[in-house]
């Protein structure tokens, strides 16, 4: 892989530096499951975003204006004992080339170079809410006054660099759309798999097999979050991931899921008969969140806000709720009162990239922000009908409905990442019915 893209998002971050400005940022550590073994490793977001480096433990330094060089990394030393057992490291050598960086040091001797690099610098960059950062900063501070005592001079202002890459992320570049495509594609042929070897009497973790034996085979290195598979009732507990259930005929099987594509989230959801016919009560409630979402989709454009969107999916489906006696009494007051609530308690849209929920202010200066090409959202209407919502007609209840779509905004108006997976009655019943689709 290439370092171009990394090297010029740490140009952009330097860019925005003042003159001997210091930015750290940390990469994750190994957590441990138990004993000793770890859960499955995953950088952190923002160290990945700016170096693509995968081992665990490093921390990226930036140094506006610093003559030997402005950007370096301290990784782990090589041992070759160790790398017998955990795999190869880089080492410091490599590090210069294959990540692109002026100058690589071994984390072991990161305390005496910060010390170095603070007793220099005018303010300093990290990310705010990393106390375990925070604390080793502050070590080095304390650092730089026993070294250099009375003439120790030390930076008095601290930026959240967080919130300065929160920014950088919300506006995806041409090489983290592709990705993000791929991403969203791979998604959705995992969910049309999923689509087609959907039988009752199959039981939830299957379809999950499906999802993630897919996700794997074209190369994503895991889930982007657990995988949601609820049939039934299930589908109204909006994180279910317990995944135990048998599949009954006659019910629907909500699935929300994404692979991870070089770091990149996909996040999908359909829900679909889990015999492959759609009952009438069934089919009005969903085609009720299929007009929610398509109409959401067609009004994602530069200029719009999350917030309008969401406001016309309640319109939406509260009309909906009216026209099919659930709800009762007028519209206005009804989406003032928030009568939709016990059935659409969630937000219809989030940032999507590196991270499923992604970074990014959602308002600025007090007020919704407008959409501008390059933010990847998600559009997910839903309605859901619990079994214990005794209000409402038993033929309602136990139905839980979301239809989720990947969308970036561009200049004309968005593009749907994730429209390779169907989402029309027609096509989910065509598709489950197709016995030459169902024996593949
Ligand atoms: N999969 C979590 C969400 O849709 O936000
Ligand atoms: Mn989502
Ligand atoms: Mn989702």
Not at 3 to 16: G, I, N
């Amino acid at each position: 892989m290439s370092y171009q893209p990394f090297h010029q998002r740490r140009q952009e971050l330097l860019e925005q530096l003042p003159d001997k400005g210091l930015a750290l940022i940390p990469a994750a550590s190994e957590v441990t499951r138990s004993r000793d073994t770890e859960y499955p490793f995953h950088q952190a977001s923002d160290f990945w975003y700016l170096t693509g480096f995968t081992e665990p433990d490093g921390l990226l330094v930036l140094m506006k204006g610093r003559s030997e060089g402005e950007s370096l990394i301290f990784t782990l030393p090589k041992d070759p004992a160790m790398e017998v057992w955990t795999g190869i490291r880089l080492g410091q050598e490599e590090a210069v080339p294959r990540l692109g960086v002026d100058q690589a040091f071994s984390l072991t001797e990161v305390d005496e170079q910060l010390i170095e690099l603070i007793g220099e610098a005018s303010e300093v960059w990290l990310p705010l809410e990393d106390l375990k950062l925070y604390q080793r900063y502050l070590g080095w501070r304390q650092g730089v006054r026993s070294k250099r005592k009375r003439s120790a001079t030390l930076p008095d202002r601290l930026v959240d660099v967080a919130a300065q890459l929160a920014e950088m992320r919300l506006i995806k570049s041409a090489d983290e759309v592709d990705l993000m495509r791929q991403a969203a594609q791979i998604s959705a042929d995992a969910h049309c798999r999923a689509m087609k070897a959907c039988r009752p009497g199959m039981y939830e973790y299957q379809l999950q097999a499906e999802l993630e034996h897919e996700f794997a085979f074209q190369g994503a290195a895991a889930p982007a979050y657990a995988s949601i598979v609820g049939a039934g009732a299930n589908a109204c507990v909006l994180h279910y991931i317990a995944n135990q259930s048998q599949m009954q005929s006659g019910d629907l099987v909500l699935i929300d899921a994404g692979a991870e594509y070089q770091g990149y989230a996909g996040d999908i959801t359909r829900t679909f008969p889990v015999n492959g016919q759609f009952t009438p009560p069934q089919k009005q409630l969903y085609e009720l969140v299929l007009k929610a979402n398509q109409e959401a989709i067609k009004l994602t454009c530069p200029g719009t806000t999350l917030e309008a969107i969401h406001h016309a999916v309640l319109r939406i489906l509260t009309q909906g709720l009216l026209d099919l006696g659930i709800l009762s009494g007028d519209l206005e007051q009804l989406i003032e009162d928030g009568a939709f609530k016990p059935y659409f308690m969630h937000g219809t849209s989030h940032w999507l990239g590196l991270d499923v929920h992604d970074v990014g202010c959602y308002r600025l200066h007090g007020e919704a922000r407008p959409l501008k090409p390059g933010m990847v959202l998600t559009i997910e209407p839903g309605l859901y009908f619990a079994p214990d919502r005794d209000e409402v007609d038993p033929s309602w209840r136990g139905i839980g409905i979301r239809i989720e779509d990947d969308v970036l905004v561009t200049p004309e108006g968005c593009e749907v990442f994730s429209r390779g997976v169907p989402k029309t009655v027609a096509e989910l019943e065509a598709l489950m019915g197709d016995e030459d689709a169902a024996n593949t």
